[in-house]
Every structure is written in C-alpha cells, then in structure tokens.
C-alpha cells in the first residue's frame, strides 16, 4: 500500500524558509521520479517542483524558480521542498506523490494529507 507523509510546514513570516519532507512506503520509491504539489483555498492543485528517481534532474514551476529546491534521499525514502523568500502567495497545502513522466507529469500514488504553509505577517 503506498503511504505518503508529509510534514515540515507551519507559519512563517514572508521571506521566511520552511523545509518540507514527504516520507515513502509501500513502492520502490527508488525507481520513481517524485514531485511536490500545492493547492491554495479555492485553487486547483498545481504542480510545484520535479525530481527524477536518481535525483540527478530538476524541474520547477516558474512561480518558485530560483525559491525551491526539490531533492531526494533514496536510502531514507524521502523527499525534500526546500522552500526559501516564501511569500504569500506560497500559501497553500503541499502535498507529493510518485509520478509518472510521460507526455507531462501525471501523479500515481494515493494522496497523503499534505502539509499547510501559511506566509504571513
């Protein structure tokens, strides 16, 4: 059964940092490319950063180029969002999934609970 656990998110002041983690079961997570996603109130999930399954790969959306950093621990099943110069509009639940690359990024796993980053003052 795939299980994904998402933590690491909180309140934070703009141009603040968080470090999400998204811990992995149930698959051979070491053969999958994985990503974070976000979803703002009243917002469609939007896919947020890519990792190949080696880890040698990136890809971001342009809204947190430069910001985020999506990596990956294959011995310890986990995925990494470092989030840096947060701002409001980075509100939203994060949450990650196993992906499949293929004429776009389409998600595989079931959904965890995600994890809530709120940017404010």
């Known amino acids: 059964q795939v299980l994904l656990v998402e933590s690491g998110g909180g309140l934070v002041q703009p141009g603040g940092s968080l470090r999400l983690s998204c811990a992995a079961s149930?698959?051979?997570?070491?053969?999958?490319?994985m990503s974070w996603y976000r979803q703002a109130p009243g917002k469609e999930r939007e896919l947020v950063a890519v990792i190949t399954s080696a880890g040698g790969s990136t890809n971001y959306a342009d809204s947190v180029k430069g910001r985020f950093t999506i990596s990956r621990d294959n011995a310890k099943n986990t995925v990494y969002l470092q989030m840096n110069n947060l701002n409001p509009e980075d509100t939203a639940i994060y949450y990650c999934n196993a992906v499949v690359v293929r004429n776009g990024v389409h998600p595989v796993g079931t959904w965890g609970q995600g994890t809530q980053v709120t940017v404010s003052s």
């Open positions: 149930g698959f051979a997570f070491e053969n999958y490319a």
